[in-house]
Nanobody, 116 residues
């Protein structure tokens, strides 16, 4: 049973920083694509950032220059460093991975709230 276990998140003031982590367990195979999506109240879930095992990254325009995605391939773990946070970054953040022989797999979600 493959699981994505998230940690991090919480409440932060505008301009602050947070770091999210997501570790994949139970997969005997390397995972190529991992990333983060977010869903704000009343909105659809959207891609925030993704990264391949080779280090190729994609960012949503709204987070470019502020968020950095990275990963530890040996641990099948992905991170999201979020700097210069804005109130509009408030959302539930979900870890995502395309797991070999399983397909799309999601973490449990973690709330990020940016508010003064």
């Amino acid at each position: 049973q493959v699981q994505l276990v998230q940690s991090g998140g919480g409440l932060v003031q505008p301009g602050g920083s947070l770091r999210l982590s997501c570790a994949a367990s139970g997969s005997g195979f390397s995972i190529n694509l991992m990333g983060w999506y977010r869903q704000a109240p009343g909105k659809q879930r959207e891609l925030t950032a993704s990264i391949t095992s080779g280090g190729t990254t994609i960012y949503a325009d709204s987070v470019k220059g502020r968020f950095t995605i990275s990963r530890d391939n040996a641990k099948n773990t992905v991170y999201l460093q979020m700097n210069s946070l804005k109130p509009e970054d408030t959302a539930v953040y979900y870890c995502h991975a395309v797991v070999p022989f399983r397909g799309n797999t999601w973490g449990q979600g973690t709330q990020v709230t940016v508010s003064s």
